[in-house]
């Protein structure tokens, strides 16, 4: 399995309060993307990077920014979290051209109450 | 706008193939399509890639025609333990990326 974990793995959190969800990853890949998975909708990306501090959104980014400082980690934050951003939160990596695969972290369930 | 389409869902028994075919609308026309396979609880797993024409491997075969809007998995003679969601995966330009709503396969004894 590709090296790549996810923090916290649950968090449970107050409407209006920040949170941030971490991905780490262990295998030096140029881009890392950021997707939430809620039923009904499948996977849908909210932000991705193409290298470090290069970043762009993706089709559901409002109430979400990241930041990339380093190759291994791109940070996912929620401003002031809301009830509809209660979801899972998958983080992926890919080494891009010439593969595009990408390999997924264990998920982040995050419950806004 | 960019959209990818599949089954919601297909029941099965073991030792059939079965195919799921994702209907792409404007992805990017020099991109691979990947698929990939989820179980409850993971996240999902890369599964096959491909750009054009077909691709095999030990898993599963991808089949795309030359209009590239739309590609086709194949899984050959199917088990319990293939029970999953399967998900198409394209991208809209650059490396933004858009993932297929998924297609729940049951496979029954």
């Known amino acids: 399995d590709a090296g790549i974990t996810q923090s916290p793995r649950h968090k449970v959190t107050e409407t209006g309060t920040p949170v941030t969800l971490r991905c780490h990853q262990t295998e030096n890949h140029r881009y890392m993307y950021w997707y939430r998975q809620d039923p009904g909708h499948g996977l849908r990306l909210i932000h991705y990077s193409y290298g470090v501090k290069d970043t762009d959104k993706g089709e559901v980014s409002d109430g979400y920014s990241v930041s990339r400082s380093k190759t291994e980690d791109f940070l996912l934050t929620l401003e002031s979290a809301t009830s509809s951003q209660t979801s899972v939160y998958f983080c992926a990596i890919s080494p891009g051209q010439p593969t595009y695969e990408q390999y997924f972290g264990p998920g982040t369930r995050l419950t806004v109450t | 706008l960019a959209k990818t389409t599949q089954p919601i869902s297909m029941d099965s028994y073991e030792g059939q193939e079965v195919n799921i075919t994702c209907s792409h609308n404007?992805?990017?026309?020099?991109?691979?399509i990947t698929w990939y396979q989820q179980f409850p609880s993971q996240g999902p797993r890369f599964i096959i890639q491909g750009y054009k024409t077909k691709v095999t491997n030990e898993v599963a075969s991808l089949f795309i025609p030359a209009d590239r809007k739309s590609s086709t998995l194949s899984l050959p003679r199917v088990s319990l333990s293939d029970t999953a969601v399967y998900y198409c995966l394209g991208y809209t330009g650059g490396f933004k990326t858009i993932f297929g709503a998924g297609t729940r396969l049951f496979v029954k004894a």
């Open positions: 404007n992805i990017a026309t020099n991109d691979y």
